[in-house]
């Protein structure tokens, strides 16, 4: 079978149909065969050289930042520790809080007592409060009582105060006075600031704050009167 030779002046096009049709006969594929080869051959060339649309061209915004493949992977096992990372804190934190329970043993200077959590935290802004508000480990005793070192007596009239508002007796209210600053219980001071044992000691250490040494100015003044 003979086919028709293209015009030297034909466009590239044919000069390939010719090339994929003369193959084509070298091989043994007859004329309607051949011209689907180099049917084939067009489209495929075609396609190879033909522009991308829009869709083809869109680029990932992390592709067009220049981040490759294992680069993501990177960013995707950072983010992972960054989550175990504010997990961790978020335990620690958790754990950085003591659990007070609702009724609180007490060792107060060898001396038991019991009461509830709330009672202690009667006065929100005393160290009293702050011990038992869990941001603080309590020592404990071999009992499992919260120790607090300091007479366990007058700890008592501390505690029928917060519970009650009762005061303590005008003997005891002096060294009461004295614990429940140590304590900073500043609403029982100033309950007891009034009662005549307390009143007489905060009008003796104004005068020694004012005079010094009140208690030899006293004698040497009386030792003149005489």
């Not at 060339?45 to 981040?67: F, I, M």
């Not at 960013?75 to 961790?88: A, D, I, L, T």
């Not at 802004?125 to 508000?133: E, G, N, R, Y």
Request: aromatic content about 8%; glycine content about 8%; proline content about 4%.
């Amino acid at each position: 079978m003979s086919l028709p030779l293209a015009s030297s002046s034909g466009s590239s096009t044919e000069e390939e149909d010719f090339k994929a049709k003369s193959a084509s006969v070298a091989i043994g594929v007859n004329g309607d065969d051949a011209n689907r080869w180099a049917t084939s051959r067009r489209q495929s060339a075609s396609s190879l050289t033909a522009p991308r649309s829009a869709e083809s061209r869109r680029v990932s915004p992390l592709a067009a930042a220049g981040v490759g493949f294992n680069d993501m992977e990177s960013v995707g096992s950072n983010q992972q520790q960054q989550k175990h990372q504010r997990q961790q804190r978020q335990q620690q934190k958790q754990q950085s809080t003591y659990q007070c329970p609702a009724v609180v043993p007490l060792n107060v200077g060898g001396v038991s007592y019991i009461t509830r959590r709330s009672t202690l935290l009667k006065e929100p802004d005393s160290m009293l409060a702050a011990m038992f508000s869990g941001r603080h480990e309590m020592q404990r005793d071999r009992h499992g009582y919260y120790f607090i070192d300091t007479n366990g007596v007058y700890f008592g009239y501390i505690l029928d105060y917060l519970r009650h508002g009762k005061l303590p007796p005008n003997e005891a209210a002096l060294p009461v006075y004295q614990e429940a600053g140590y304590f900073g219980l500043a609403g029982l001071q100033e309950a007891l600031a009034v009662t005549p044992a307390v009143a007489k000691e905060i009008v003796r250490q104004r005068h020694e704050e004012q005079f010094g040494d009140y208690a030899d100015l006293r004698a040497r003044v009386i030792a003149a009167a005489i």
